[in-house]
């Protein structure tokens, strides 16, 4: 009986209904899908095409093998049901991966199709578990974890939460759920289980490399790389809740111009509009913006508007975005999706006809005022109950490839900007999903609380955004909600913040700080209320000078970091980087959650305890390292108690290196 064949270099698998195709798909890697009396398709994810290879196949009656560079898949038929078993090893012989046996009696599948009405699956791929492997990657999630072994995931979007189904494994592997449904994931101590809701087939990548930078260059040349960081995002950016006018923009401006502190960029934030959805200026509050945007480029500011994909059922283009088919939409009942200022729905960031529409409107109203950047908000995006079942997009239902919402959002304004001529694109976003790196996607945690624990949560945040192929990330410095901007513990949450924001992809200041003022337009309509001061000279005089302090830190690394962008933009290198990525032979770096490399040179050891002065920071071995606040040199391979007063933090310096910043920290 024939069960396997080769057919173009691929392996072919056909027996009782299902059909298993394995390709190679870039240098040691194999591309993985199966389907249900169907046919294979590309579907709806992630990677990317790639330059043909010809992998070694042997094929005998109830076993075959396809091998491409460091990777080799071995297949076996086997059992009373016949089934077919998958395992993966690296070029030495060791085992990587491998799914579970049908279990005799118990009748298990590694590759179970449940159906479902109208023609879908719902798909559960199970896995062996290792013993002592551990697993890092799969984007943010809200928790201050490094080795998510024992996790369950869920893989859906939510504020703060952006699901990159890339994991990587200190065994020697990258893998990528290439499936964009709604679904979990549990990374338990007996198996691993991958589940979509609804799905017409499994597709998953997987590669092998001796080092945890092979894995990631592998991941990035299949699933696209970041473009290079623009010059004005190397250096800080200012934000709010939020500047509600043109003149209050202009004020901030010009006062860090006349206090001699850098600034790149200038954001405004939401509800500068009349209606969502308008995607224009409130001619109330911004009555001439070009003048206003002209201003800030003579200052050398960057100007960032907020987009969010939201129309209010009032909106201006509401009835033509509805008959022309470009929203969202709801399975049954009215058709809400957000309540928030009033009704609204989305607009459908799948549909190519819908990216065309917006982008009309924001270049129109933006971007032929020379507005060069934007804050894509709300891109999960936010439904008000997150109930997935209930919408529907363009390209399918939202339970089948929802994930995918977030790139398409970046991809409209990227595609747009492109073919407008802009050569540099960055657009900060609320989310992502594989491949939103390539579409010029700037992520930022999202709405985390002001607290000392949610700030130790996103170093992790970081950390697992970079291993997931999402280099450039950031977080709202001094976090987003219930910020006290007189209260001096809050005060020092942000300045502590502050010096790790200097040493993110990119440094942005931001925050719903207290107490707000109600604002009221000339109609008599309560608008949405503007924050409390959220500028460097706004929390005390104690304050004051150690963040300008660590601005001027941040405008001395910018030759470092733009070297950094390069790193990203070639080879897909995260710029937070794990400890493991640059020691992955120190058996310790595998386990530190709250100490990360900023590129290869610089070691940072944030102080995210309250009150805290001082803190144990290990060094990896296999370098020396030099203390930037005192320049003192310490051997590697130890931990060291390390005094950190208010107005520095643990910076070392790999060898020495980038010595221009010592007794400057």
């Not at 869920?154 to 290439?178: C, D, I, M, T």
């Not at 200038?266 to 209606?275: E, K």
């Not at 003192?632 to 391979?637: A, K, P, R």
Request: overall charge negative; charged content about 25%; proline content about 4%.
């Amino acid at each position: 009986m024939k069960y396997f064949e080769e057919v173009n270099g691929e392996l072919l698998v056909r027996l009782d209904g299902e059909t298993v195709l394995i390709s190679p798909w870039g240098e040691n890697s194999l591309r993985v899908r199966s389907t249900i009396l169907g046919d294979i398709t590309e579907a709806q994810g992630a990677l990317l095409a790639v330059d043909k290879v010809s992998p070694k196949l042997c094929i005998e009656e109830t076993s075959a093998t396809i091998e491409n560079g460091r990777i080799k898949a071995v297949l076996k038929v086997y059992g009373w049901k016949k089934t077919v078993q998958i395992s993966f090893y690296n070029q030495k012989g060791e085992l990587l991966l491998q799914e579970i046996s049908n279990g005799g009696a118990l009748s298990l599948q590694a590759r179970f199709f449940k159906a479902l009405a109208g023609g879908s699956y719902r798909l559960k791929v199970t896995f062996e578990a290792q013993e002592g492997e551990k697993l890092y990657g799969m984007g943010q999630y809200q928790q201050e974890i490094m080795d998510l072994k024992g996790c369950n995931l869920e893989l859906a979007h939510r504020n703060s939460q952006a699901s990159v189904p890339f994991l990587l494994s200190n065994k020697g592997y990258g893998f990528l759920w290439n499936n964009p449904s709604i679904g979990e994931v549990h990374f338990g101590s007996n198996t691993t289980e991958w589940i979509a809701e609804s799905t017409k087939q499994l597709d998953y990548w997987i590669t092998a490399g001796d080092t945890p930078a092979q894995i990631e260059e592998a991941y990035a040349s299949v699933t696209g790389k970041t473009p290079m960081m623009p010059e004005y995002g190397l250096g800080f950016w200012q934000c709010k809740l939020r500047y509600f006018n043109q003149e209050q923009v202009l004020q901030v401006a010009r006062e860090y111009k006349r206090r001699n502190i850098p600034i790149d960029v200038i954001v405004i934030d939401y509800y500068h509009w009349p209606r969502c959805g308008d995607w224009r200026f409130d001619e109330e509050y911004f009555p001439n913006p070009k003048a206003m945007v002209d201003e800030l480029h003579e200052m050398g500011i960057e100007t960032m508007v907020s987009i969010w994909p939201q129309v209010d059922w009032r909106s201006e283009n509401y009835e033509e975005m509805k008959q022309q088919g470009l929203l969202v939409k709801i399975n049954s009942g009215i058709d809400v999706q957000m309540l928030f200022h009033g009704n609204n729905v989305f607009m459908d960031a799948t549909n190519p006809r819908t990216r065309k529409y917006v982008w009309e409107k924001c270049k129109q109203n933006y971007a032929n005022l020379g507005i060069h950047t934007f804050w894509l908000d709300e891109a999960e995006p936010e439904f008000t109950n997150y109930d997935y079942e209930n919408y529907r997009y363009h390209a399918g239902t939202v339970m089948e490839i929802g994930n995918i919402y977030p790139r398409e959002y970046a991809r409209l304004f990227y595609d747009g900007q492109q073919e407008s001529g802009q050569k540099e694109i960055v657009n900060l976003i609320r989310c992502a999903w594989a491949g939103s790196q390539r579409y010029g996607a700037l992520v930022w945690s999202g709405d985390i609380m002001s607290t000392y624990e949610d700030f130790r949560k996103q170093i992790c945040a970081g950390i697992h955004m970079g291993l997931a192929g999402i280099p450039w990330w950031t977080t709202d410095i001094g976090g987003f909600h219930a910020g006290v901007t007189e209260d001096e513990d809050f005060r020092e949450l942000l300045v502590r913040w502050f010096q790790f924001g200097t040493f993110c992809p990119v440094m942005r200041i931001h925050g719903c700080r207290q107490p707000g003022q109600t604002i009221i337009n000339k109609a008599g309509e309560v608008r949405e209320w503007t924050g409390a001061d959220n500028e460097v000279w706004s929390f005390g005089e104690k304050a004051y000078p150690i963040l300008v302090k660590f601005i001027q830190i941040r405008e001395m690394m910018r030759d470092y970091t733009r070297s950094l962008m390069q790193e990203a933009h070639e080879k897909g290198a995260p710029i937070i980087r794990a400890l493991f990525y640059e020691f992955p032979k120190d058996a310790q770096c595998w386990d530190i959650k709250d100490t990360y490399m900023y590129g290869s040179d610089i070691l940072v050891a944030p102080i995210c305890h309250e009150h805290q002065t001082s803190r144990s920071v290990y060094l990896p071995k296999g370098a020396s390292w030099v203390n930037a606040h005192t320049g003192e040199s310490y051997e590697g391979g130890h931990c060291y108690e390390i005094d950190a007063p208010i107005d520095t933090l643990p910076i070392f310096l790999r060898d020495g290196k980038q010595e221009y910043l010592i007794h400057k920290i």
